[in-house]
């Protein structure tokens, strides 16, 4: 149980243009989504926490009207790199939380973006 | 701010060694705490937690406590697997700004050899 997909595992998309990337929650309600960043060899990084429903929070530093997140469901959240640049070439995880056990996130297998 | 510091990898062993990922964390508050693996090709798993000091977690072999005195919460198996070969990442969540936020450290990869 709790399994989270993501799509694309992988994605490569010249500069300019948008990507969106999908993370689900296969077999439990997520209340709240959360979408990090990680770049190689380098920790996790969070980018923003959404909840269904509602308007994501972003962290400090990360650009809203780039990085567009819509959770419109339990069971799906969306993350769109808007006008991608080389910079934004990174691997983008996702991770999802259901009310009925806190502290639990659970991750997705990442989205690897690459820029060119 | 809140940070996650743990040792730089690669580690390699030996199948049946012990096991020692060190943690450490500057937090306010009270924090949880937080080991999670990263297999091969899949997600972040939730290895285990503690949410209070001296608290143990515990799973599948590993431990580690929640040491607040020393700011640590040190990851340990007594005798590894193959299998164990992962990227391990010690976490921090519940202070400032959000209780669900995880802090990572910067995970270290873990290479287990016959």
């Known amino acids: 149980g709790a399994v989270v997909s993501q799509h694309p595992s992988w994605v490569i998309c010249k500069s300019g243009t948008s990507v969106k990337i999908e993370c689900r929650s296969l077999d439990f309600q997520a209340t709240t989504m959360f979408w990090y960043r990680q770049f190689p060899k380098q920790s996790l990084m969070l980018m923003a926490t959404s909840n269904e429903g509602s308007k994501a929070t972003y962290e400090q530093g990360v650009e809203k009207d780039k990085f567009l997140i819509n959770h419109a469901s339990l069971t799906l959240s969306t993350l769109t790199v808007t006008s991608a640049h080389p910079e934004d070439s990174s691997f983008y995880i996702c991770s999802a939380m259901g009310s009925g056990r806190p502290y639990e996130q659970y991750f997705g297998p990442g989205t690897r973006l690459t820029v060119t | 701010g809140n940070s996650v510091t743990q040792m730089e990898g690669p580690v390699t062993l030996s199948e049946e060694a012990f096991l020692t990922i060190n943690c450490t964390y500057t937090?306010?508050?009270?924090?949880?705490l937080f080991w999670y693996v990263q297999y091969p090709g899949e997600g972040l798993q939730l290895l285990l937690k503690a949410t209070k000091a001296d608290d143990k977690g515990s799973n599948k072999g590993f431990e580690a406590t929640y040491r607040k005195e020393t700011t640590s919460f040190h990851l340990e198996k007594g005798s590894v697997q193959v299998s164990d070969s992962a990227v391990y990442f010690c976490a921090l969540s519940g202070t400032p700004g959000g209780y669900n936020k995880l802090i990572f450290g910067a995970g270290t990869r873990l290479a287990v050899h016959p």
């Open positions: 937090a306010t508050g009270y924090p949880s």
